[in-house]
């Protein structure tokens, strides 16, 4: 007799066994997604949405695409190779004295001057002459307004642009541009600028990691060896930095680090140097500001993982013959791994996103990719090349993730 029809009662209604529990699954189920159900809509509203607005912003061309309207819908009677027909032109002359007549004739230049520098004036002198012209021929009145209009590398590039798609802001993001053949090519070194400023980024926060694993490893070791309340209160000293802002613990650095500052005081006092060192605004001051408020993200997982590891391991090696080094790197620091990869992951990416303190101590050669996507986000208003910067370093963060699972595994990860 099967445990079904043992579950059967003596009456024909009577529910079966297994469809007993699988109901009873169903509502457990139900249960735990209704309590993470606030959560994930929280996470839908301010995280994913934000960052999908923000990947959409790196192909937004919206300032052709709204305010040359005809002149997209005119661009398939052009083949390239010459000027574009009357047709062209006269979409093209209508969507300026549009843009002319609302003010908009400057976002179109603005648009059309990242890739053709000088054009901005020249779209608003167009506009302006146009909107005293009520009768073509419109090809002869465009060209008139300006020569520029008269090449076909420009409509060109107008063909290329007139899409409410661009590819602009992520090839300017690697140092690319497009010729008006629709070619890809890298940009003059004068003008290639963010693949330097990547390097950098991913160097200093390279630097600060290994800075952080070197000081915040040893201090690990020593809070998992030492008696319970010793190791809290120590616990206690590395999270006060986390009871102060960010921005008053980088304000201390840039006092600290000043030429007339304690630091250079105390160097001078005890006779290490006789002139007084540039601390301040240098690469030295970014990485040692950044490792003492990153040093507790690397130290946390390294001192987690190092508390779950038995002591009973290493006096087992040093029972058998090994040495102290040897029972330590052989037996003791390869149970530290996954703390360290997770402590060094977490303070990496971290750094890839810092700000205020390279803004504060660093110099003009020590600003990181961040320093960039907030100019063009609050000064210069290029949301496109913003997002396009932001974009490649979430794919970095991406990336990172991936290799760190690849290697040592996301679910041996410890945070604490």
Request: overall charge positive.
């Amino acid at each position: 007799m099967s445990v079904a029809s043992m579950a059967m009662g003596p009456g024909d209604g009577a529910v079966p066994l297994k469809l007993q529990l699988a109901r009873a699954e169903r509502r457990r189920k139900m249960g735990a997604l209704l309590l993470v159900a606030p959560l994930f809509v929280f996470l839908l509203a301010t995280f994913l949405l934000p960052i999908g607005s923000l990947m959409l912003r790196i192909f937004d061309n919206g300032e052709i695409a709204d305010n040359l309207p005809n002149l997209i819908q005119a661009m398939p009677d052009w083949t390239e190779g010459d000027l574009p027909p009357e047709s062209v032109y006269q979409a093209f002359a209508m969507d300026l004295k549009a843009a002319h007549a609302v003010k908009t004739t400057a976002l179109i230049g603005k648009r059309l001057n990242y890739e053709i520098p000088g054009i901005r004036s020249k779209v608003i002198g167009t506009g302006r002459a146009l909107d005293k012209v009520q009768a073509g021929p419109w090809k002869d009145a465009v060209i008139k307004a300006d020569a520029i209009w008269g090449k076909p590398e420009t409509w060109s590039v107008l063909r290329r642009e007139a899409s409410p798609f661009t590819w602009y802001y992520l090839l300017t993001a690697l140092d690319l541009r497009q010729t008006p053949t629709d070619e890809i090519v890298r940009n003059a070194p004068d003008q290639a600028i963010f693949n330097d400023i990547f390097i950098r980024t991913f160097w200093i926060s390279f630097q600060v990691t290994a800075w952080t694993l070197v000081l915040g490893f040893p201090v690990a070791y020593l809070m998992a060896r030492l008696p319970t309340r010793t190791s809290n209160l120590v616990l206690i000293l590395v999270l006060l930095p986390f009871w102060t802002s960010l921005l008053v613990r980088t304000t201390a650095w840039f006092v600290l680090l000043q030429t007339n500052g304690p630091i250079n005081d105390a160097l001078v006092a005890v006779g290490l140097t006789t002139e007084r060192l540039q601390l301040i605004f240098s690469r030295f001051g970014t990485i040692i500001a950044m490792t003492h408020i990153q040093l507790p993200f690397t130290l946390l997982p390294i001192f987690s993982v190092m508390k779950s590891i038995p002591p009973s391991h290493v006096r087992a090696a040093r029972s058998l013959g090994a040495g102290p080094f040897y029972a330590f790197w052989k037996v003791y620091f390869p149970q530290t791994i996954p703390g360290i990869g997770a402590g060094c992951l977490i303070t990496f990416i971290l750094c890839l996103g810092f700000y205020i303190t390279p803004a504060l101590v660093g110099g003009a050669t020590d600003q990181m990719v961040s320093a960039f996507i907030a100019s063009y986000m609050n000064r210069d208003l290029v949301w496109g090349l913003a997002a396009a910067l932001g974009g490649l370093l979430l794919l970095s963060t991406l990336v990172l993730y991936f290799v760190f699972n690849r290697l040592i595994g996301i679910d041996k990860m410890r945070l604490g």
